[in-house]
């Protein structure tokens, strides 16, 4: 059961379009995209940092997770992703664990990745996402 890195952290934000510019024109990281994750309810600009990215997370409706977060927090790192080799493995030991997750089943992240969130009662108050890589691209 491999984690590979840190594969993004997860920045909540009302404005994409707000929070955009000191990322990419300030901190100077490389923006690559927007994509809408309906599942989600979420529009994610992703932006580079070394091996890992930044990605900021704007509500896309009033009932989305983020929009409850933004609410309750006012922005804010939302979570923090670490890349896993086998995500059904290691939500199978988090099972057997008897770790609470969110997620007992992987389903579809941005960029088409299998994702899991795990409860931040869990790890000591972070919610966690275990992200792999969609089989096609390994
Ligand atoms: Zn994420």
């Known amino acids: 059961m491999g984690v590979e890195k840190i594969d993004h952290i997860g920045i909540a934000v009302r404005s994409i379009e707000e ?25 994610v600009a992703f932006l580079e940092i070394g091996e890992s990215h930044i990605e900021l997370l704007e509500p896309t409706s009033d009932d989305s997770p983020i929009a409850g977060f933004l609410e309750k927090r006012g922005g804010g790192i939302h979570h923090i992703a670490v890349r896993v080799d086998d995500i059904n493995e290691n939500l199978a030991l988090h099972r057997e664990k008897e770790v609470r997750t969110i997620d007992n089943e992987p389903r579809k992240g941005a960029h088409d990745m299998k994702i899991a969130f795990i409860h931040p009662k869990s790890t000591s108050g972070v919610l966690l996402e275990l992200c792999q890589e969609p089989e096609e691209t390994h």
């Open 19 to 43: 929070a955009l510019p000191y990322y990419r024109d300030v901190l100077g990281l490389k923006y690559t995209g927007t994509e809408v994750v309906e599942e989600q309810k979420v529009r």
